[in-house]
Structure formats: structure tokens, C-alpha cells
């Protein structure tokens, strides 16, 4: 009798773990069916739009419904006896719920307080708008952080940027006041937009030939290369689209000292090259519901940093390109912060620009603007980067003569768009 008791024991405890991963399998499926039924808005860059999107009563009271039974059904499955796709997605619906109820919670009394015409003075002028930009900072930079510590990382990353440039300009050789005024000099600009669409074409070739010392995988999809088009879109030095890398020329001379970051950061291995890695990993169902742009840009601002290896930074000034407008990243975090959350005026913001930023006031009252319009967007370049290299260079500790780059980025791409915390995971793991 005995003997029987433990065998059906021994055949219960084999085929749990077995049940429980078909019946994790059941919920993820009515999970992915049930968000999709929701049409949820997708994340907008303008506050004022993402409000505008805000639906109605019944629509947020079903969106709770949905989220918080999730919420209750994923209590029903231990981590541990799933696969590791099953763990993924697990996280993640349990990130998401965190997420959306949080938001729900903030538009249950939006709602019931909406005001006839959403402000546009920033978030911080609408009803609970320090809870709003805490909720906007999480959901852009696709971690768990606060509007505090956020500040105080964008001022350590002020210094370093700015101990970066100085570095640069020993270099030189020139004085500080000499070294500022010489990169305004005709030398560093360029009007003839063949030699511009020349130099991008050059760039992809050095960094293509050197794309096998830092990467496993060199086989992506074929980049273009164009002037941008867009008018929207003309006061950014450049953006991806589609297999193509956009830079934005138009009417005025083109700085000669972008042309390396800014194709490593928009093409090759940066947005590009992570999509074509994408384009090739298998996900979930889940995990195809969502994209986390903390990771999308931080990983573009993070590739930056590996100019040299790939052959471009070759001159003190080619490298003070990245710098230059690492800087603008690097001050725009604590300005978003002070901005939409502290309730700086925009004379309080431009004194802080001034206070750290050289030879680029001529951009600062369009980047205040923008950080109102588009709260803690800017946040995601610098801060996913730095998790990034963070990550590097402890993984580098712990492994010594054993690291290789090239299996590090393997770690970090290879399981496609998720938060941060899961990607620092796979890093680990």
C-alpha cells in the first residue's frame, strides 16, 4: 500500500510541472486575445495627445477588469516550474499589470475631473501631474525608477559627459576659450550635400568592415542612406525608418563632427542593427504585444560609446562629435526632471543649460520646449545606455581575460524588445 502511495506521489510531483506549464500556456493565449480586445492607445510623445486618447468611463472600468483579473490569475503559477519563454512572458504580464493599473488608477480620476481643455503649459499643470510624469517616466524608460533618482543620475551624467570633453580638448592642445571658438571654424562644416551623402557612405563602409570585432552576428538586412525628407522632423540631426538612414541637410551647412555618432546611433549597430537582430528572434505572443523604448534607445545611445573599435573616431574632433551632443542628452535628463516634476520656469532651465552647456544656446529654448511637450522621452537615451555599460563593464569584471564583447551583445540583443530588468537578466544568466 505504501509502495502505491509513493508512486502515485512520484507520478504527481512528475507531472505538475507539465499541467501547470500547459495551464500557464491557456491563460497567456486568453491574456494576448483579451489586451488585443482592449485597443489600448499607443504611448504618444505629446502629453496633450496622450490625454486626448484617454477613453471613456466604461472603457477604463474594462481595462481594470481585465488588468487586476491577470493580476489575481498569475498568483495560480510558480515561476519556477515554467520554461524559460513561459518565465518571460510571466514577467512581463506582471510588469504590465503593475503598469496599466497604475495608469488606470491615474485616468479613473482624470476622468471624473477632466478639465474642458487639457493644458499646455507641461504635465506638472494638470490635475496630479507629478503622479503622471512619476507613471510617464517608468512607462518611457521601461524601468522601475523614481523622478529623484532619475535626477540625480542625470547630474553625475552631466559631469562625466563634460570630464569626456575636456579630456578632448587637452588633446587639442588649445586653450578653453581657443578650443570653442575653433569648432565654430568653415573646416568643420560641409554645404555640398554630395560630400555629405559621400562621407555617411564612407562611415557605413569603415564601421561595416569592422562590424566582426564586436558582434557575432554580421548578416543584417541592407541599410540606405538618404537625406532627410521630413520637414517635422528637421530639427533632429537624423532618424531611422525602414531600412534606411535619414540625415537632415536642408538649407544649412552640415557639422562634419556628426557624421560617425550619429550613423552608429541611427544605422549600424545601432537602430538598424538592432532591428534587423529582431527581425530574426523568435517571441511570444506575448512578448510581441509590446515594445520598450527605454531599451530601443538606450541600446542606440549605448553603441555611441564603441566608436573608436569600429574604426571612425579617429581624430580628437571626430570623437567630440559624440560628446557634443552627449552633453545635450546628458542635461536634458535633470532638465525633464526639473522641468515637469520640480516645476522649473523656463528662465530656471535655460540657466541650467547655460550652467553646463557650451557653444550650443542657439538649440536650448527648443529643447526646453520639447522636454514640456514630450515629458520623459529624453529620459530613455541616457539612462538605457548607461544601464548597458553599467552591465559591460561588470560582466567584464567578473569574467576577466574570458569576456568577449562580442558574446555580450549577443546576450543583450538575442531575446528581442523587453524591459530593462529582463534584459540585464539574459545578460547575467
Given at each position: 500500500?505504501?509502495?502505491?502511495l509513493?508512486?502515485a506521489?512520484?507520478v504527481?510531483?512528475?507531472f505538475?510541472?507539465?499541467i501547470g506549464?500547459?495551464?500557464?500556456?491557456?491563460f497567456?493565449e486568453?491574456?494576448?486575445?483579451?489586451?488585443?480586445?482592449?485597443?489600448?492607445?499607443?504611448?504618444?510623445?505629446?502629453?496633450?495627445?496622450?490625454?486626448?486618447?484617454?477613453?471613456?468611463t466604461?472603457?477604463?472600468?474594462r481595462q481594470?477588469t481585465?488588468?487586476?483579473w491577470?493580476?489575481?490569475?498569475?498568483?495560480?503559477?510558480?515561476?519556477?516550474?515554467?520554461?524559460?519563454?513561459?518565465?518571460?512572458?510571466?514577467a512581463?504580464?506582471?510588469?504590465e499589470?503593475?503598469?496599466?493599473?497604475?495608469r488606470i488608477?491615474?485616468?479613473?480620476q482624470w476622468?471624473?475631473?477632466?478639465?474642458?481643455?487639457?493644458?499646455?503649459?507641461?504635465?506638472i499643470?494638470?490635475?496630479d501631474g507629478?503622479a503622471?510624469?512619476?507613471?510617464?517616466?517608468k512607462?518611457?524608460?521601461?524601468?522601475?525608477?523614481?523622478?529623484?533618482?532619475?535626477?540625480k543620475f542625470?547630474?553625475?551624467?552631466?559631469?562625466?559627459?563634460?570630464?569626456?570633453?575636456?579630456a578632448v580638448?587637452?588633446?587639442?592642445g588649445?586653450?578653453?576659450d581657443?578650443?570653442?571658438?575653433?569648432?565654430?571654424?568653415?573646416?568643420?562644416?560641409?554645404?555640398?550635400?554630395?560630400?555629405v551623402?559621400?562621407a555617411f557612405e564612407?562611415t557605413?563602409?569603415?564601421?561595416?568592415?569592422?562590424?566582426?570585432?564586436?558582434?557575432?552576428?554580421?548578416?543584417?538586412?541592407?541599410?540606405?542612406?538618404?537625406?532627410g525628407?521630413?520637414?517635422?522632423?528637421?530639427?533632429?540631426?537624423?532618424y531611422?525608418d525602414?531600412?534606411?538612414?535619414?540625415y537632415?541637410?536642408?538649407?544649412?551647412?552640415?557639422?562634419?563632427?556628426?557624421?560617425?555618432?550619429?550613423?552608429?546611433h541611427?544605422?549600424?549597430?545601432?537602430?538598424?542593427?538592432?532591428?534587423?537582430?529582431?527581425?530574426?528572434?523568435k517571441?511570444?505572443?506575448?512578448?510581441?504585444?509590446?515594445?520598450y523604448?527605454?531599451?530601443?534607445e538606450?541600446?542606440?545611445a549605448?553603441?555611441?560609446?564603441l566608436?573608436?573599435?569600429?574604426?571612425?573616431?579617429?581624430?580628437?574632433?571626430d570623437e567630440?562629435?559624440?560628446?557634443?551632443w552627449d552633453?545635450?542628452?546628458?542635461v536634458r535628463?535633470?532638465?525633464?526632471?526639473?522641468?515637469?516634476?520640480y516645476?522649473?520656469?523656463?528662465?530656471?532651465?535655460?540657466?541650467?543649460?547655460?550652467?553646463?552647456?557650451?557653444?550650443?544656446?542657439d538649440?536650448?529654448?527648443?529643447?526646453?520646449a520639447r522636454?514640456?511637450?514630450?515629458?520623459?522621452?529624453?529620459?530613455?537615451y541616457?539612462?538605457?545606455?548607461?544601464?548597458i555599460?553599467?552591465?559591460?563593464?561588470?560582466l567584464?569584471?567578473?569574467?576577466g581575460?574570458s569576456?568577449?564583447?562580442?558574446?555580450?551583445?549577443?546576450?543583450?540583443?538575442?531575446?528581442g524588445?523587453?524591459?530593462?530588468?529582463?534584459v540585464?537578466?539574459?545578460?547575467?544568466?
Open positions: 500500500m505504501k509502495t502505491l509513493l508512486c506521489a512520484f504527481i510531483t512528475c505538475c510541472p507539465a506549464q500547459q495551464k500557464f500556456d491557456a497567456s486568453k491574456f494576448v486575445s483579451g489586451y488585443n480586445q482592449l485597443k489600448l492607445p499607443q504611448l504618444e510623445l505629446s502629453y496633450v495627445t496622450g490625454f486626448e486618447h484617454i477613453g471613456s466604461a472603457e477604463i472600468e481594470f481585465f488588468f487586476k491577470a493580476d489575481v490569475e498569475l498568483k495560480n503559477y510558480k515561476a519556477e516550474v515554467l520554461t524559460p519563454s513561459q518565465k518571460t512572458d510571466y512581463l504580464i506582471t510588469y499589470c503593475r503598469l496599466n493599473l497604475e488608477a491615474l485616468e479613473q476622468v471624473k475631473h477632466r478639465p474642458e481643455k487639457i493644458p499646455t503649459g507641461g504635465v499643470t494638470i490635475p507629478k503622471w510624469y512619476a507613471y510617464l517616466l512607462r518611457w524608460v521601461s524601468a522601475d525608477v523614481t523622478p529623484d533618482e532619475i535626477y542625470g547630474l553625475t551624467e552631466v559631469r562625466r559627459v563634460q570630464q569626456h570633453m575636456e580638448r587637452q588633446q587639442t588649445l586653450d578653453e581657443a578650443f570653442y571658438k575653433h569648432l565654430n571654424d568653415p573646416e568643420f562644416f560641409e554645404s555640398d550635400p554630395k560630400k551623402q559621400q564612407q557605413k563602409a569603415v564601421i561595416y568592415s569592422n562590424l566582426p570585432k564586436l558582434f557575432n552576428d554580421t548578416q543584417i538586412h541592407d541599410l540606405n542612406i538618404k537625406a525628407e521630413s520637414k517635422q522632423l528637421v530639427q533632429t540631426p537624423g531611422y525602414n531600412n534606411t538612414f535619414y537632415n541637410l536642408f538649407d544649412k551647412p552640415y557639422n562634419k563632427r556628426m557624421y560617425n555618432w550619429l550613423f552608429i541611427e544605422g549600424v549597430p545601432g537602430h538598424h542593427y538592432q532591428a534587423s537582430i529582431e527581425g530574426k528572434t517571441t511570444s505572443a506575448v512578448q510581441q504585444l509590446f515594445y523604448l527605454g531599451f530601443a538606450g541600446w542606440g549605448y553603441t555611441e560609446e566608436g573608436k573599435q569600429l574604426g571612425v573616431y579617429q581624430t580628437p574632433y567630440l562629435g559624440k560628446w557634443e552633453i545635450v542628452r546628458s535628463v535633470p532638465l525633464d526632471v526639473g522641468l515637469n516634476y516645476g522649473w520656469t523656463d528662465e530656471q532651465a535655460l540657466a541650467f543649460w547655460k550652467k553646463n552647456i557650451r557653444n550650443q544656446d538649440i536650448a529654448l527648443r529643447e526646453i522636454i514640456r511637450r514630450w515629458p520623459a522621452q529624453v529620459v530613455t541616457k539612462y538605457g545606455a548607461l544601464q555599460l553599467h552591465w559591460r563593464e561588470e567584464q569584471q567578473k569574467q581575460k569576456f568577449d564583447i562580442r558574446n555580450f551583445h549577443s546576450r543583450v540583443l538575442d531575446h524588445s523587453l524591459p530593462l530588468f529582463l540585464k537578466q539574459n545578460v547575467f544568466n
